[in-house]
C-alpha cells in the first residue's frame, strides 16, 4: 500500500489548525518523501513521520519589559524543541509582529531537515517573538532581550539547545541575551551562536548564510557547465543573508543589481560594488535606515510597487522572507533567461513558484539545503567554543565550502532523475534519511 498523502495532510490540518506555513512546508516534504516512503516501508512501520511532524517540545512565554516612557509592554516569547535525534536543538530565534506559533513550527521543522544536511551533529529549533525591534531604542532592545532570556535560560544550554539570530536579531541582540544568560547561570559557554568575535564567536559566521548560498549555486551551475562571471544577480532583502549574498557573488565576477526592504527595492543596473555593499551594511546595521536612502546616494531607482523579480537576471536569490515570491514571479524570472535560483531565506518560494521553476528545469535549490551554511558555521562556532579555540577566517570558509559542497552532492544522490536534479526531493529525502535512521535507533520516545 502506497503512503497516503491526502489523509496525512488532513490530520495535520486537523492538529495544526491555522498554521499555514507549517501546512506548507510539511506538503512540500511529504510530498518528496511519499515515493521514498513506499520502496522503504521501514519508515513508515515506525511512524517516523507521525513523530516527526510533532514539536517534542514547545516553550510559550510571557515577556514584560519597560519601555523609555516607563510603560509596561507585553510580548509572547517561543522555543520550538522540533528534534534532537541527531544533536542539541538548534536553531535561530526571530524577532517580528509577524511572529506566531504556526510560523516557528513551520521554521523549527525545516530546521532538522536543514541541520540533517549540513552533516554536523545538530538537532532542530526555532524561537523568537512577535516583538517588533523597529523604532525601539538601544535601551528598549536590551530590556527587551533580557527579560526574553530570563525566561529562556532554564530551558536552553550548550549541549541542550543553542540558539541564534534570524530575522531582526543580529549581533546587538545576541549580545544582549548572552550577557543576561552569563549573568543567571553563572558560566561563560557556548550557548548561542553568532556572538562577537572577542567573547567566543566564530569568524565568518556573519557571511556564513549568503556565502553558502553563493557557493550551493556554483556547485549547481557546474553541472551544467556555468558560473557566477559576468553573470546578473538579482537579490532580495538587505540584511545579514542578502548582504553577505552579495559580496560573495560580486567576488565571484556577478553584477548584482536589485537589493530590497520593507519600503521597497533598489534597481542599480552598475551593480552594488564593494563600495556600495559598505554602504549598505553601514545603512542597515549601524544607522538602521531604509534603502530609499541607497537610491538618493547613488541616484538609482526605487520601487515601492515592483519587487526584485520584475527585473531581468540570469540568478536570483531570494533573502528576505518567507512567500515572497510568487507563481507569477518565477514565470517572469524563467521568461526573463533566469536559470539558477538559491533560497537565502527560508521558503521564500511560494508552492506555485517552485512548481514553475522545476516545469522550467531551473537549477533551484531550496532554503533548507541553500542557507544551511548560516546553521553550518553555527555548528562550528559550537565546536570552536568547545576545545577553546578559533580558527583562521580561511579556515572556516574552507570548511563552509565543503559542507556546502558535501549538501550539493546530498542532493543529486537523492534528487537526481535522469539528466535533471530536483533538489527539493534531494534535500528532503536527504535531510529525512539521517534523523529517521536515528529516531529508530533510540525507540519510541
Ligand atoms: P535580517 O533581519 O538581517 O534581514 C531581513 C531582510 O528582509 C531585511 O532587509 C528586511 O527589511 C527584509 N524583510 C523582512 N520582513 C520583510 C517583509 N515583511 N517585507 C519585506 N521585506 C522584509 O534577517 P536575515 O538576513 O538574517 O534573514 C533573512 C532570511 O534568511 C529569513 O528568511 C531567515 O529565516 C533566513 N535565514 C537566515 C539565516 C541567518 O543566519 N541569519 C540562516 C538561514 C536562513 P528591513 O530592512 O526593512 O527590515
Ligand atoms: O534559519 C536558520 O538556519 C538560521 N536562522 C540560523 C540558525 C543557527 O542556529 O545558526
Known amino acids: 500500500m502506497s503512503f497516503d498523502v491526502k489523509s496525512f495532510m488532513q490530520m495535520i490540518e486537523a492538529k495544526n489548525p491555522g498554521e499555514k506555513e507549517f501546512h506548507q512546508a510539511v506538503t512540500e516534504v511529504v510530498h518528496s518523501l511519499a515515493p521514498f516512503l513506499d520502496k522503504n516501508p521501514k519508515y513508515v ?18 515577556v514584560p519589559w519597560v519601555d523609555d516612557k516607563g510603560e509596561i509592554q507585553v510580548n509572547r516569547g517561543f522555543r520550538i524543541q522540533m528534534n534532537s535525534a541527531i544533536g542539541p536543538y538548534k536553531g535561530g530565534l526571530r524577532f517580528d509582529p509577524s511572529v506566531y506559533l504556526g510560523l516557528l513550527k513551520f521554521l523549527a521543522f525545516e530546521q532538522v531537515f536543514k541541520n540533517s544536511l549540513t552533516t554536523l551533529p545538530m538537532g532542530g529549533a526555532k524561537g523568537g517573538s512577535d516583538f517588533d525591534p523597529a523604532g525601539k531604542s538601544d535601551n528598549e532592545v536590551m530590556a527587551f532581550c533580557q527579560s526574553f532570556m530570563s525566561e529562556l535560560f532554564r530551558h536552553i544550554g550548550p549541549n541542550i539547545d543553542v540558539p541564534a539570530g534570524d530575522i531582526n536579531v543580529g549581533g546587538r541582540e545576541i549580545g544582549y541575551m548572552y550577557g543576561m544568560y552569563k549573568k543567571l547561570t553563572n558560566e561563560f559557554t557556548g550557548v548561542l551562536t553568532g556572538k562577537g568575535l572577542n567573547w567566543g564567536g566564530s569568524l565568518i559566521r556573519p557571511e556564513a548564510t549568503g556565502y553558502g548560498c553563493v557557493y550551493l549555486c556554483v556547485e ?35 553584477k548584482v543589481v536589485t537589493l530590497s526592504d520593507r519600503g521597497g527595492t533598489i534597481y542599480d543596473p552598475n551593480g552594488i560594488t564593494a563600495e556600495k555593499l559598505a554602504y549598505v551594511i553601514e545603512l542597515k546595521g549601524v544607522k538602521r535606515g531604509k534603502l530609499t536612502d541607497y537610491a538618493k546616494e547613488y541616484k538609482c531607482e ?8 520584475a527585473y531581468k537576471c540570469d540568478v536570483a536569490l531570494p533573502c528576505a522572507k518567507q512567500n515572497e515570491l510568487d507563481g507569477k514571479d518565477a514565470e517572469n524570472l524563467v521568461k526573463n533567461g533566469c536559470t539558477c535560483v538559491g533560497e537565502g531565506a527560508n521558503m521564500p518560494c511560494t508552492p506555485e513558484a517552485v512548481e514553475k521553476f522545476l516545469a522550467a528545469k531551473t537549477l533551484f535549490a531550496p532554503g533548507k539545503a541553500a542557507n544551511a551554511g548560516g546553521v553550518a558555521v553555527s555548528g562550528l562556532e559550537m565546536s570552536q567554543n568547545s576545545i577553546r579555540t578559533s580558527w583562521t577566517r ?7 565550502e565543503g559542507i556546502m559542497r558535501a549538501i550539493h552532492e546530498k542532493c543529486v544522490e537523492y534528487g537526481k532523475k535522469g539528466d535533471f536534479i530536483n533538489y527539493v526531493d534531494g534535500a528532503n529525502i536527504g535531510g529525512f534519511v539521517k534523523v529517521a535512521d536515528a529516531m529508530i535507533d533510540q525507540g519510541v520516545v
Open 45 to 62: 512501520k515506525h511512524k517516523v513521520l507521525e513523530r516527526i511532524v510533532e514539536p517534542e517540545r514547545v516553550i510559550m512565554f510571557r
Open 220 to 254: 549547481m551551475m557546474k553541472t551544467k557547465g556555468q558560473s557566477f562571471q559576468g553573470k546578473t544577480v538579482a537579490i532580495s532583502g538587505s540584511g545579514n543573508v542578502a548582504q553577505y549574498a552579495c559580496q560573495k557573488a560580486t567576488q565571484l565576477g556577478a
Open 302 to 309: 526605487h520601487s515601492t510597487d515592483k519587487n526584485p523579480w
Open 394 to 400: 580561511d579556515e572556516v570558509d574552507k570548511k563552509l
